[in-house]
């Protein structure tokens, strides 16, 4: 995988309002990426392109407002970056949601919709992204995925679902484009400290992992964009992240005891 110069890169950035996407956004812009930052949210999204406008020598910004699940949406986001940019040479999707609930009291709309929202619409705009990114300068493609996409956990399995997803086609898709010249690196990060489980679609966010201990999103931003300059494929950006991985690897049934007991 290719060694690739962040500034003037051409990128677009879903999920943007906020967390991993807002930092990595301006973590962009701050080494010369012009960005096009997408999210339903417009309000935070001026927001960030004030921030965004006030770093010295940064990138240029465009914004997006909508659904990603929207293919008209995703389409707007390409073309500005095509028309205000000239092109487009990475694209970031980050844009995902939580659910929590046991299976037995779930609903088929909440899978589908976390499938739409965290799968189908990465995967979609990929799809249609491939023509420019195939024109773009050493293209990549940046799946945000989790460290649940490697491990499932209770009361989670509609997001842990959308991530093993991901996750799968991510490593079918990689080797695929890699011979067309694009590279595709996977981020599985463990807990972070964003909004994330305060924004989930069903059920509370209150586990116990989640107490005060997630990773600062300016690392894992940091951690994404270095890896997008070194080509890497994956990367865990947490500590805990690995360890959780390490642990499923050698004894995976105390893990499962673990987390039926905590989780
Ligand atoms: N935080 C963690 O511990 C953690 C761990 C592993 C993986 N992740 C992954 O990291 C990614 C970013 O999450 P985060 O932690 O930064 O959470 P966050 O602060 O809740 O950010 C989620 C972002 O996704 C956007 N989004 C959600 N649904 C959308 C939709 N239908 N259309 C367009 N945008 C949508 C939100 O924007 P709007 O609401 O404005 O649309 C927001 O910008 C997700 O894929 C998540 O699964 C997070």
Same mark, same amino acid.
């Given at each position: 995988?290719?060694?690739?110069?962040? #500034?003037?890169?051409? =990128?677009?950035?879903?999920?943007? =309002?906020?967390?991993?996407?807002?930092?990595?956004?301006?973590?962009?812009?701050?080494?010369?990426?012009?960005?096009?930052?997408?999210?339903?949210?417009?309000?935070? @999204?001026?927001?960030?392109?004030?921030?965004?406008?006030?770093?010295?020598?940064?990138?240029?910004?465009?914004?997006?407002?909508?659904?990603?699940?929207?293919?008209?949406?995703?389409?707007?986001?390409?073309?500005?970056?095509?028309?205000?940019?000239?092109?487009?040479?990475?694209?970031?999707?980050?844009?995902?949601?939580?659910?929590?609930?046991?299976?037995?009291?779930?609903?088929?709309?909440?899978?589908?919709?976390? &499938?739409?929202?965290?799968?189908?619409? +990465?995967? #979609?705009?990929?799809?249609?992204?491939?023509?420019?990114?195939?024109?773009?300068?050493?293209?990549?493609?940046?799946?945000?995925? =989790?460290?649940?996409?490697?491990?499932?956990?209770?009361?989670?399995?509609?997001?842990?679902?959308?991530?093993?997803?991901?996750?799968?086609?991510?490593?079918?898709?990689?080797?695929?484009?890699?011979?067309?010249?694009?590279?595709? @690196?996977?981020?599985?990060?463990?807990?972070?400290?964003?909004?994330?489980?305060?924004?989930? &679609?069903?059920?509370?966010?209150?586990?116990?992992?989640?107490?005060?201990?997630?990773?600062?999103? +300016?690392?894992?931003?940091?951690?994404?964009?270095?890896?997008?300059?070194?080509?890497?494929? #994956?990367?865990?950006?947490?500590?805990?992240?690995?360890? @959780?991985?390490?642990?499923?690897?050698?004894?995976?049934?105390?893990?499962?005891?673990?987390? #039926?007991?905590? +989780?």
């Amino acid at each position: 995988m290719a060694r690739r110069k962040i #500034e003037a890169m051409r =990128s677009i950035v879903t999920g943007a =309002s906020s967390g991993i996407g807002r930092a990595v956004a301006l973590e962009l812009v701050r080494r010369g990426a012009n960005c096009v930052l997408m999210a339903r949210n417009e309000e935070r @999204l001026l927001d960030l392109a004030a921030d965004c406008n006030a770093i010295d020598h940064g990138g240029q910004v465009e914004i997006v407002v909508g659904d990603v699940t929207d293919s008209g949406v995703r389409k707007l986001a390409i073309e500005k970056s095509v028309i205000s940019f000239g092109g487009v040479d990475a694209v970031i999707n980050n844009a995902g949601v939580g659910s929590f609930g046991r299976f037995a009291d779930s609903t088929p709309e909440r899978l589908r919709r976390i &499938m739409d929202v965290n799968f189908f619409a +990465a995967v #979609e705009l990929i799809r249609e992204s491939l023509p420019a990114l195939l024109r773009g300068k050493n293209p990549i493609v940046v799946n945000v995925g =989790s460290i649940l996409g490697h491990r499932g956990i209770p009361r989670m399995h509609e997001y842990c679902t959308s991530k093993f997803a991901l996750q799968g086609f991510s490593q079918s898709l990689r080797v695929e484009l890699r011979g067309e010249g694009v590279d595709l @690196l996977m981020v599985s990060p463990g807990t972070t400290d964003t909004e994330f489980y305060e924004n989930v &679609m069903h059920g509370r966010g209150n586990v116990p992992w989640n107490k005060g201990r997630g990773t600062p999103v +300016a690392v894992v931003a940091k951690k994404t964009v270095r890896a997008m300059e070194l080509g890497k494929r #994956e990367i865990v950006p947490n500590t805990m992240g690995r360890l @959780l991985l390490l642990a499923n690897w050698h004894v995976p049934h105390w893990v499962d005891r673990v987390l #039926e007991r905590f +989780a």
